[in-house]
């Protein structure tokens, strides 16, 4: 199964306080995580006057800092009161990874298996290698691992890919490309890891028959199919106006 790399995760609470003259306090909460047992989770409480931070708690320093003149003041305050310290502290527990469990459970931990295409883009034709394009559509979570195999080696040349892009339906989709000679007998495919998948999906290429010549023969059976309708057609016709027809002889 394909590990998804270290993932960072902020949950994030706000409040204002103001008046009409647009004087502003503000309090931010967030937490901040990036493993899935929560144990690197850090709490921050933020508290601002007109988008500037005055002073912040962080649960991993277990004070406040203060950033500004009246700031510093407000922390000094603040780190006097034990009991609101210990509150805060308790917060890495009772708002950050209660809240966490619950959006994971929800989104992150849901996971949606890519629809994967492999199709050639490019014949090899005098210097120009050939290219493959293998696409992964319609995933979740995001994080995904798309690799090419020639008989079963890993390619680490020539391989062009995007990012991963989002749809914006909260899936997403990733392309890579393959620029390659191609060679009698060989196996090519794409290989894609990705957290919904319990093993690697591997999609393998044809190289019999080409997308080119795909597009070739569906035109050439649908124009075959075409003309046999338009004689069939043809014959009833004529059958229908010969009927009941006397020939006189000259």
């Known amino acids: 199964m394909y590990l998804l790399k270290p ?26 995580y990036s493993t899935s047992d929560y144990s690197d989770m850090v709490y921050l409480a933020s508290y601002s006057f007109n988008k500037v931070v005055d002073t912040q708690f962080n649960s991993s320093v277990g004070k406040f ?76 979570p995001k994080k995904i691992k798309m690799s090419w195999l020639r008989d079963g080696k890993e390619v680490t040349s020539d391989v062009t890919s995007t990012m991963e892009m989002a749809d914006g339906d909260w899936y997403y989709q990733i392309h890579s490309h393959l620029e390659y000679t191609p060679k009698s007998g060989e196996k090519i495919q794409c290989l894609v890891e990705h957290a919904s998948l319990t093993q690697p999906l591997t999609k393998d290429w044809n190289p019999h028959i080409s997308e080119s010549d795909r597009n070739k023969f569906a035109i050439g059976a649908s124009g075959l199919v075409l003309g046999i309708i338009i004689a069939i057609a043809g014959l009833i016709y004529y059958k229908k106006k010969s009927t009941g027809r006397i020939l006189v002889p000259n």
């Open 7 to 32: 993932f960072l995760v902020i949950l994030m609470l706000s409040t204002f306080t103001g008046t009409a003259d647009g004087y502003y306090d503000y309090i931010k909460q967030q937490c901040f």
């Open 65 to 140: 800092v203060g950033y500004t003149e009246q700031g510093l003041i407000f922390a000094e305050n603040f780190n006097k009161d034990q009991a609101y310290l210990h509150q805060l502290k308790a917060q890495v527990d009772t708002f950050c990874r209660h809240n966490a469990r619950i959006w994971d459970s929800a989104v992150r931990d849901k996971a949606v298996l890519p629809e994967v295409t492999i199709k050639s883009v490019r014949q090899a034709e005098g210097r120009h290698p050939a290219v493959l394009l293998c696409s992964a559509y319609e995933f979740y």
